[in-house]
């Protein structure tokens, strides 16, 4: 029975091995996001920001702009150098209807912090993730996800 069980295990293996080292197995799926981007920018809806300078290893694993009751939302997410994942959102959606959505009744100011040009709002959020968020005159900029602090500092550096 033993044997069986290892003739069977071998090629099982190989073929697990092929899929994760030669096709990528374990890597998400990428989407170029320069769709969504657009189809904001034609909208005029609040100015959009596209990131710019993020390091080597970031993945968009997702893209869409969509018109909501009260304004629009762009939300793109990205898959960070440390596979872990992070969602940029904008929006011209008024912050008081916008923050509760986005960050659940769990989000919670916990302070400023000062990122290039902008000073930006620490939220927490749902489960383990963290949000930084940045409000402008018709616009606001989520940053969210169970990303490590540094990344989340990145990604609001490259939208700002």
Known sequence: MAISLLVLMVPIVLLLAFYRGFLG???PNTVDPASAFEQARSAGAFPVSEPTGLGEGWRTV????RPAEDGAILRVGYVT???RGLQM???NV????LLPTELTDEGQPQGQTDLGASTWQRYTARGNEQALVLLQPGRTVIVI???RDNELREMARAVD
């Open 89 to 91: 959102v904008q929006s």
């Open 25 to 27: 197995g374990d890597q």
């Open 62 to 65: 997702r893209a869409s702009y």
């Open 81 to 83: 150098p440390e596979g």
């Open 94 to 97: 008024p912050p008081e209807r």
């Open 145 to 147: 996800g169970d990303a």
